[in-house]
């Protein structure tokens, strides 16, 4: 056989070993899926994240025909959960349902000090809610609105403390903006998790706390908690008689939370392609949207390419943010 001969042969071989080879991935992707699927909560269970990682859940099970299970990892402010889903096997099994805080605050504090990079190691499927944080207080406590807080916090500076679910939280961040927009100073306590926090609020062990409207609602609602005010740009459809904090005074305030659904990078598109539709697809179902707006949520249902522009723009707010209010790594 001559060598030009022995070159074509090669050719072809390649080209039908790589026939032969998509052939298989297109396979084992329109197979998908074919074993449960793990959802990583990076927090704890009983929040915000844990109650929207199983909703999501829910929702692929339904629309994928498969039981999907939800993995509680909490652990430094969700770092360890968020790196598990980093470095898990690009397969479409294991996902990340993760709020804003885990990965957008997180990247602003740390930087390259994390063990991940979440631009570089996580593919956005889509945002699936975002809701309104509240400021709330115990019923017993003095301070019966926003203006009061400030007013109280002008009298006493650090003296009255805040509850969050650890350094770095959404919570955390959350206040840090309030008392530097306030020109007020506060002392923080930080948790290892929201309802600690939550409960820290209730008992008097700390006077107030930025915590998430769909957790917190039904307290307001019972009596044991007393909200001040919410941290969106508006009011919450399902809760329209709290005022924003910007009504009470503080203007240009503005820090919805957002939940959002990623993937390991290296994940078939197809597999990703097909986990944003059927989420995307049972959000616009007037039923579901109802159930989840009456627990104190907003629905958004993104495309992929709107959640990864939208992460980088966050990075850049809460960069900003921690860099003013000078909080840094721990």
Not at 93 to 121: E, M, W
Not at 195 to 208: H, K, L, N, T
Request: charged residues 20%; contains cysteine; aromatic residues 6%.
């Amino acid at each position: 056989m001559n060598k030009r001969l022995r070159s074509g042969s090669a050719v072809v071989f390649l080209l039908v070993s790589g026939i032969a080879a998509t052939g298989a991935g297109a396979q084992a992707t329109g197979s998908y899926p074919a074993k449960p699927i793990r959802i990583v909560s990076p927090l704890v269970p009983g929040g915000s994240a844990d109650a929207i990682a199983r909703a999501v859940g829910d929702i692929l099970s339904e629309g994928l025909g498969q039981q999907v299970v939800t993995d509680n990892r909490p652990g430094a402010n969700g770092i360890i959960g968020v790196e598990l889903v980093a470095r898990a096997t690009p397969d479409g099994y294991t996902l990340l349902l993760s709020s804003g805080a885990n990965v957008a605050i997180n990247t602003a504090i740390y930087g390259a000090k994390l063990p991940f990079d979440v631009v570089r190691d996580l593919v956005p499927v889509t945002e699936v809610v975002s809701q309104s944080f509240v400021a709330h207080v115990s019923p017993n406590y003095e301070v019966k609105s926003i203006k009061d807080l400030i007013a109280l916090a002008k009298t006493k500076p650090g003296v009255i403390n805040y509850a969050s679910a650890g350094p770095g939280s959404t919570a955390h961040m959350l206040a840090a903006l309030f008392a530097s927009m306030t020109a007020t100073q506060f002392t923080h306590i930080p948790y290892k998790g929201a309802p600690q926090g939550r409960v820290a609020v209730m008992a008097r062990e700390c006077d107030f706390m930025f915590d998430g409207l769909l957790a917190t609602l039904p307290l307001f609602r019972a009596g044991k908690l007393r909200a001040l005010g919410v941290t969106g740009a508006k009011r919450s459809t399902v809760a329209p008689e709290i005022p924003t904090i910007a009504e009470e005074g503080v203007r240009g305030y503005n820090g919805d939370a957002w939940y959002a659904l990623f993937v390991p990078r290296g994940t078939p598109a197809a597999i990703v392609n097909k986990l944003n539709s059927v989420v995307v697809q049972a959000l616009q179902n007037p039923e579901r949207r109802n159930k989840l707006q009456a627990q104190g949520v907003e629905i958004v249902g993104s495309t992929q390419e709107a959640l990864g522009a939208f992460l980088k723009a966050e990075i850049e707010k809460w960069r900003r943010v921690s860099k003013e209010a000078g909080i840094k790594p721990e």
